[in-house]
């Protein structure tokens, strides 16, 4: 009955965050409290204001090789806000105005479009809504989508009891990262995604077995969240 419910979990919150895409954008930061002041800036204005997007700027603590050291993050409750929203910032001065406030302290390193499939957990969990949380990134190249979510799922459900929050995300493109999907594990610090890694929790062992043969990890990162805005 607790793993039902849990399913039940997983597929009424799958739907409600079902085709919410998203851009990402990897930074090299100079003056991170300049960032948070151009961002401050445009939220700030009629642009800004007419926002559908959440908005969160996370800074990496482990990204491989990558220089990037800040990462932004835009979600869009629909694809159809996705295009207004960008639409509106293409002839928005703001926008113009934030682009260039935004050189003066950072350079873009990479640049990614992608899509939220499905969240295992509580959305209005301590850990998905804690200040300062942490994700943890599996950047992967997977040949069957279907069998992959199926196995996600089912790994994700026998964890629910134990607060694991975790998103799975298709990933249309993303610089020279050939990676299709992205599963990101949410934890409320980073000390506790350190000790709560995946391979400790329940049925870890057949969930590789199920995956082994159909995805390959193209990369890891972790970052923490500095601030994020939400739309009014």
């Given at each position: 009955?607790?793993?039902?419910?849990?399913?039940?979990?997983?597929?009424?919150?799958?739907?409600?965050?079902?085709?919410?895409p998203?851009?990402?954008?990897?930074?090299?930061?100079?003056?991170?409290?300049?960032?948070?002041?151009?961002?401050?800036?445009?939220?700030?204005?009629?642009?800004?204001?007419?926002?559908?997007?959440?908005?969160?700027?996370?800074?990496?603590?482990?990204?491989?090789?990558?220089?990037?050291t800040?990462?932004?993050l835009?979600?869009?409750?629909?694809?159809?806000?996705m295009?207004?929203?960008?639409?509106?910032?293409?002839?928005?001065?703001?926008?113009?105005?934030?682009?260039?406030?935004?050189?003066?302290?950072?350079?873009?390193?990479a640049?990614g479009?992608?899509?939220?499939?499905?969240?295992?957990?509580?959305?209005?969990?301590?850990?998905?809504?804690?200040?300062?949380?942490?994700?943890?990134?599996?950047?992967?190249?997977?040949?069957?989508?279907?069998?992959?979510a199926?196995?996600?799922?089912?790994?994700?459900?026998?964890?629910?009891?134990?607060?694991?929050?975790?998103?799975?995300?298709?990933v249309a493109?993303?610089?020279?990262?050939?990676?299709?999907h992205?599963?990101?594990?949410?934890y409320?610090?980073?000390g506790?995604?350190?000790?709560?890694?995946?391979?400790?929790?329940?049925?870890?062992?057949?969930?590789?077995?199920?995956?082994?043969?159909?995805r390959?990890?193209?990369?890891?990162?972790?970052?923490?969240?500095?601030?994020?805005?939400l739309?009014?």
């Open positions: 009955m607790k793993k039902l419910l849990s399913a039940f979990i997983i597929v009424l919150v799958s739907k409600q965050l079902f085709a919410q998203f851009q990402t954008y990897d930074m090299i930061v100079t003056d991170p409290a300049g960032v948070v002041a151009a961002m401050n800036k445009l939220q700030a204005s009629p642009t800004g204001q007419q926002s559908t997007a959440r908005i969160f700027l996370n800074q990496y603590i482990a990204n491989g090789e990558s220089l990037a800040h990462q932004i835009v979600v869009y409750p629909s694809s159809e806000e295009d207004a929203n960008i639409l509106r910032n293409a002839t928005s001065p703001d926008w113009a105005e934030f682009l260039a406030d935004m050189q003066e302290v950072a350079t873009v390193e640049e479009v992608g899509q939220i499939l499905a969240m295992g957990g509580d959305v209005d969990s301590p850990v998905a809504t804690a200040p300062g949380r942490t994700n943890v990134y599996f950047q992967m190249s997977v040949s069957d989508p279907a069998a992959y199926s196995a996600w799922s089912d790994f994700t459900s026998a964890n629910a009891g134990a607060g694991v929050v975790s998103y799975l995300s298709s493109a993303f610089g020279s990262n050939p990676s299709t992205v599963v990101n594990n949410v409320s610090s980073i506790e995604a350190v000790s709560n890694m995946p391979q400790n929790y329940e049925g870890w062992d057949a969930f590789s077995q199920r995956v082994r043969n159909i390959t990890i193209e990369g890891r990162a972790i970052t923490t969240l500095v601030t994020s805005w739309p009014e």
